[in-house]
């Protein structure tokens, strides 16, 4: 099955559900300038094709004691597609590991830590990064202070219509 172009209220949809996954399918319509049903429709095919992966509420880290963040530049034995495979299937399992990025550059992998604090850290990148299959060396650099996160992505690109 073939994926339909999205049209300006496809993008309307998906900018909205984005914004507040928690919309009443009134208000959705509503904001979106469609019926119910047609809206709704709209809405699965937008899942069913994989749009929309998921609603998520967003947490405040401090009150859930994650707020301690480190990012960790790793550097492999070896680039070769065995080490990588081995790599990146062993760090998807652990879920202090928030993003595991492979990057072009001096250093082969960039991840994003969030945990409880120094300590728990430290027992992460001693216990758990540091015998990843392939790393030869690590670099670690503590957040001091978040100024931006956003989960969003920005779609005002993607469609042009005027109001």
């Given at each position: 099955?073939?994926?339909?172009?999205l049209?300006?209220?496809?993008?309307?949809?998906?900018?909205?559900v984005?914004?507040?996954?928690r919309?009443?399918?009134?208000?959705l319509?509503?904001?979106?300038?469609l019926?119910?049903?047609?809206?709704?429709?709209?809405?699965?095919?937008?899942?069913?094709?994989?749009?929309?992966?998921?609603?998520?509420?967003?947490?405040?880290?401090?009150?859930?004691?994650?707020?301690?963040v480190?990012?960790i530049?790793?550097k492999?034995?070896?680039?070769s597609?065995?080490?990588?495979?081995?790599?990146n299937?062993?760090?998807?399992k652990?879920?202090a590991?928030?993003?595991?990025?492979?990057?072009?550059?001096?250093?082969?992998?960039?991840?994003?830590?969030r945990?409880?604090?120094?300590?728990?850290?430290?027992?992460?990148?001693?216990?758990f990064?540091?015998?990843?299959?392939?790393?030869?060396?690590?670099?670690s650099?503590?957040v001091?202070?978040e100024?931006?996160?956003?989960?969003?992505v920005?779609?005002?690109n993607?469609?042009?219509?005027?109001?």
């Amino acid at each position: 099955m073939s994926e339909k172009a999205l049209d300006r209220f496809d993008w309307l949809i998906l900018e909205a559900v984005q914004e507040n996954g928690r919309l009443s399918l009134a208000d959705l319509s509503d904001r979106v300038g469609l019926s119910k049903t047609p809206c709704q429709m709209r809405l699965k095919r937008l899942e069913r094709e994989g749009y929309i992966t998921g609603y998520h509420a967003r947490l405040n880290t401090r009150k859930v004691r994650q707020n301690y963040v480190v990012f960790i530049e790793v550097k492999l034995e070896s680039t070769s597609r065995r080490h990588l495979d081995d790599f990146n299937r062993v760090v998807k399992k652990n879920d202090a590991i928030q993003s595991c990025h492979m990057l072009a550059g001096g250093f082969d992998y960039l991840l994003k830590v969030r945990c409880r604090n120094m300590e728990e850290y430290r027992s992460i990148l001693t216990d758990f990064i540091n015998d990843l299959p392939g790393v030869r060396q690590t670099s670690s650099f503590p957040v001091m202070e978040e100024v931006k996160r956003i989960s969003s992505v920005n779609l005002k690109n993607n469609f042009h219509y005027k109001d």
